[in-house]
């Protein structure tokens, strides 16, 4: 039987979100399938490449991390320029850091690319019993913003395959 024709798809990814908020922990998750309690803030490649097979599509993720310049709340022009997906992370144990995912939500919309697959993700969902931040709260704001919506845990694995799944699919449908 013939292989359906397969698409190559090259993605530039940005990580976007509060310091503390596991989006090294995420990234090393998803690439090395690793995750270290104490993960060093301004430590990281800050880059990543990861190839992920679909169906219709093999898409290679770019994968820029941050190297602790979120401090700032806000990143260089550069960090954005031509990435095609954005995830904006928080931590569901702190309510500061999903107040904040707004702003970093604003700052993406500035970057002017109505193409760009985003995603709202709600980290940290192993904690359960810490939690400050409910389900319907993220749903609403990731509705507002065109963005889709995903609990995970970098710790557990909850999600991460499925939230780069689903990040892959969306650029396959868009190329
Ligand atoms: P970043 O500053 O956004 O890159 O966050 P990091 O990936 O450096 O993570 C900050 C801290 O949160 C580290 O101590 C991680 O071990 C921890 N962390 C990250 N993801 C999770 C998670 O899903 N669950 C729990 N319990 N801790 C996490
Ligand atoms: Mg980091």
Known sequence: MARPSNKNIQAKLVLVGDMGTGKTSLVL???????FEHQEPTIGAAFFTQLLSLNEATVKFD?????GQERYHSLAPMYYRGAAAAV???DISNVDTFVRAKKWVQEL???GNKNLVMA???NKC??????EV???????LSEENGMFFIETSAKTSLNINELFYEIAKRLAIAQ
């Open 120 to 122: 709202l993700v709600a």
């Open 29 to 35: 998750r998803f690439v090395k399938g690793q995750f």
């Open 63 to 67: 994968i820029w991390d941050t190297a």
């Open 88 to 90: 904006v992370v928080y």
């Open 134 to 140: 409910n389900t319907q709260e993220g749903e609403k």
């Open 109 to 111: 919309q500035k970057q």
């Open 126 to 131: 192993d904690l359960e019993s810490k939690r």
